[in-house]
């Protein structure tokens, strides 16, 4: 059973920064692709960003510029760099495989930007 963990959430002014980070249970290179996802209060939960096993990388449109996705393969994790954040971002943001596989959603990390 593959356990992804994420963690690195917070509180966070407007234009500030955070990086969230996701630790997978197993090779991370079985996957094609991983990717972040979010959900905000009342809302779907909606694709951020998505990084293939070769590293290319694509971006939902409301954060392409400014989040950037990466992975390390030997330490089986992937990580999400968020700059310049909006009070829009504020979310619950979750890792998985592209496209999402249900069976690995795991507790996901809080996000609040806040003025």
């Known amino acids: 059973q593959v356990q992804l963990v994420e963690s690195g959430g917070g509180l966070v002014r407007p234009e500030g920064s955070l990086t969230l980070s996701c630790a997978a249970s197993t090779n991370i290179n079985v996957f094609v692709a991983m990717a972040w996802y979010r959900q905000a209060p009342g809302s779907q939960r909606e694709w951020v960003a998505a990084i293939s096993r070769g590293s290319s990388t694509n971006y939902a449109d409301f954060v392409k510029g400014r989040f950037t996705i990466s992975r390390d393969n030997a330490k089986n994790m992937i990580f999400l760099q968020m700059d310049s954040l909006e009070p829009e971002d504020t979310a619950v943001y979750y890792c998985?495989?592209?496209?999402?596989?249900?069976?690995?959603w795991g507790q996901g990390t809080q996000v609040t930007v806040f003025s």
């Open positions: 998985n495989e592209y496209p999402e596989n249900p069976n690995y």
